[in-house]
């Protein structure tokens, strides 16, 4: 079976700045968890856009689920970004004008693959959604039908967990998730997360700047080491 | 899947219910005031069409055809000259001549005129394809002091059937002399027609003749008192009248009958088809009508650039928007999608708004505009051409949506997922 994310000898740089990022290697297996360090000016927007396909490297190749994200046209790409990624980014990652169901339900709207697993796996859409929210603790938010706007940053980044999750991607991206949260919404958080990527078998990559985090997960890389990253 | 793009285009538009509902409103203004313009446009020419369908041809003293329409059909303007009865009687009797109904004007009462004529005009004039005019009350007039009323006449002077009424001279809204030495006595209403015929008051060629006896030069004579039941018949026929209104037994005589009258030497005479001269009048009023059209359609366009400015307006505030739906999958032609669906959207509550409001609009005053200028306007589906008006204006909408659409295109293009966040 193909790694869930594979990246190989990937350069980018932008064409009017003297920055470059390269890595080297990274894989990351069915049910991994990675965590990413990564100081501010690293990289860590450029390395989400590259493996999400909304950027193309200039050399390099990047699969998920065994399906390549570099050298295919950008629709393909959009529908492999739909089909196994999930990403939670540090906040605005709701759309306002959505209920909760609908915002976790979003990513299957893009991908028939996700909207098909999750009907198969709890006979709905809105079951599917159902049920992430309440993994995620958020059973009586959804139930009551509270707007978006009106939940804390910790309910809110754990809608975005559910959505992120839902339809069972084979890589669950994170990128400074819980830079707003206090300690114990941190970790209710990762306790959530970790849970959830493991009952679907998600692989974590993990990417932030705090280092007091990276204890919980089983591998650590420092960005910096992990790419090249020329002045 | 793009299903869903409707779907997300219409839950973000009513989540900035304020501002989206202000620029479906001033579209919807702006579509009300085209489409309306278009209907009376329409209407009125119907409406003309149909107070002379059946006349075949008028005839009155030399004038300009549309002069004599307006004057002899819609009582607007005044007479030049009458012709005489001898005259009219030498064209009463020409083969093709199946009718005449003559009227004589030149009197009035409260403001509407007073139109001596036969009793060939209730059962020859007519309206659509109606021929013969229908009495809501009473019947035509028999006795010299008998005057019929049209429906507006009854209605805005409350008049009822046994009511006396007192002419008055000349067509000037207060008049200065009034025939109040013989007093007319109301024996018909007729049913409305949603023509001048409504604001007519009727009364034999005879009686103009009679109320006039004792008048020279425009001015009763003083001192000279009719004895109104006892003047000699001889007195009594007409001697000349203002027009006439001719049907022919056969529409192909026409043009020689025409020919006859506008050649005829005892006096300056023009026979007209209402048709032609209508249309001659809708050449005059054509630049009005464009002048009407333009300034409405400019409403119309204006409105589409509010549109178009509060959609890009929110570009802007919508790049976490877009970039997020990225991230989840949409790809740079998802965005686009999703901003032309906005502006169709959009564009389309306006003009359903837009429809709605002129049925409104027309429910509510069209009675009114019915009474007052006998233009039949109900509400109902719009028209096939008007359709294509409103399409046209969905299709403007959607062309216009394209600008922001592509901005968004290309500014995600550039986002991808992950905007500075």
Not at chain 1, 29 to 36: S, T, V
Not at chain 2, 9 to 27: E, H, P
Not at chain 2, 363 to 377: H, K, N, Q, S, V
Request: some cysteine; charged content about 20%; proline content about 5%.
């Amino acid at each position: 079976m193909s790694a869930a994310l594979a990246i190989e000898g990937l350069r980018f740089a932008w064409p009017d700045r003297p920055w470059r990022l390269e890595l080297p290697s990274l894989v990351l297996e069915a049910g991994d968890r990675r965590f990413l360090h990564g100081p501010s000016g690293t990289g860590k927007s450029t390395l989400l856009n590259l493996i999400a396909g909304t950027l193309v490297p200039q050399a390099g190749r990047i699969e998920v689920a065994g399906e390549a994200m570099t050298g295919v046209s950008g629709p393909q790409r959009d529908r492999r970004r739909a089909d196994h990624l999930g990403i939670v980014f540090q906040q605005f990652n709701l759309l306002p004008f959505l209920s909760l169901v609908d915002n976790v339900s979003l990513p299957c709207r893009f991908s028939k693959a996700r909207r098909v697993r999750a009907v198969q796996r709890f006979g709905g859409l809105g079951e599917a959604a159902q049920h992430y929210l309440a993994a995620l603790g958020l059973a009586e938010e959804a139930r009551a039908g509270r707007p978006v706007l009106e939940l804390s940053v910790g309910q809110q980044q754990r809608v975005a967990a559910a959505r992120a999750l839902i339809g069972g991607p084979a890589v669950v991206l994170c990128d400074e998730p819980t830079s707003a949260l206090d300690a114990r919404n941190r970790d209710q958080f990762l306790d959530l997360l970790f849970a959830e990527c493991e009952a679907s078998g998600a692989a974590l990559l993990f990417v932030s700047h705090d280092l007091g985090i990276a204890r919980r997960f089983p591998h650590q890389q420092a960005l910096g080491e992990l790419a090249g990253v020329a002045a | 899947m793009n299903g869903g793009l409707l779907g997300l285009a219409w839950a973000s538009l009513k989540n900035r219910k304020a501002t989206v509902l202000l620029t479906v409103f001033t579209l919807g203004l702006a579509v009300m005031l085209l489409l309306g313009i278009e209907r009376v446009r329409h209407e009125a020419r119907d409406s003309f069409l149909r107070s002379v369908a059946g006349v075949d041809l008028i005839v009155g003293a030399r004038s300009h055809p549309v002069q004599l329409l307006l004057y002899s059909v819609f009582r607007l303007g005044e007479p030049t000259a009458n012709l005489q009865w001898a005259t009219y009687e030498k064209f009463k009797a020409l083969p093709p001549v199946a009718w005449t109904v003559p009227i004589s004007l030149g009197d009035s009462h409260q403001g509407f005129r007073v139109i001596g004529t036969t009793g060939e005009f209730f059962t020859r004039m007519g309206y659509g394809d109606r021929r013969g005019l229908r009495f809501a009350e009473g019947q035509a007039f028999n006795a010299l002091h008998d005057a019929v009323v049209g429906a507006d006449v009854a209605e805005k002077l409350g008049y009822e059937l046994g009511r006396e009424i007192v002419l008055a001279h000349g067509i000037a809204r207060v008049a200065v002399h009034k025939h109040d030495d013989q007093p007319f006595r109301i024996v018909g209403i007729l049913a409305r027609t949603g023509t001048a015929i409504d604001q007519g008051v009727y009364v034999s060629l005879e009686a103009i003749e009679a109320i006039h006896l004792n008048w020279r030069g425009g001015v009763p004579l003083p001192g000279l008192r009719v004895d109104a039941d006892r003047i000699p018949p001889e007195l009594l026929r007409p001697r000349s009248i203002t027009a006439v209104f001719v049907g022919l037994e056969s529409r192909g005589a026409t043009f020689a009958v025409q020919r006859v009258v506008n050649e005829y030497r005892g006096e300056p005479l023009i026979a007209i088809l209402p048709g032609v001269a209508l249309s001659q009048l809708w050449a005059l009023m054509g630049g009005v009508e464009r002048a009407l059209w333009i300034a409405a359609a400019a409403a119309v366009l204006a409105a589409l650039m509010v549109l178009l400015t509060t959609i890009l307006a929110t570009l802007n505030e919508r790049r976490r928007e877009m970039a997020l739906l990225r991230a989840v999958g949409a790809g740079p032609r998802h965005v686009f999608g999703l901003l032309v669906a906005e502006a169709a959207l959009l564009t389309g509550a306006g003009v359903l708004l837009g429809v709605v409001l002129m049925e409104g609009m027309l429910f509510a005053i069209g009675p009114t505009l019915e009474a007052r200028f006998g233009l039949m306007l109900s509400p109902g589906w719009p028209a096939p051409a008007e359709l294509a008006v409103l399409g046209g204006i969905w299709l403007g909408g959607i062309l216009l949506g394209l600008v922001p659409a592509a901005l968004a295109y290309r500014r995600s293009l550039q986002d991808g997922v992950a905007v500075d966040r």
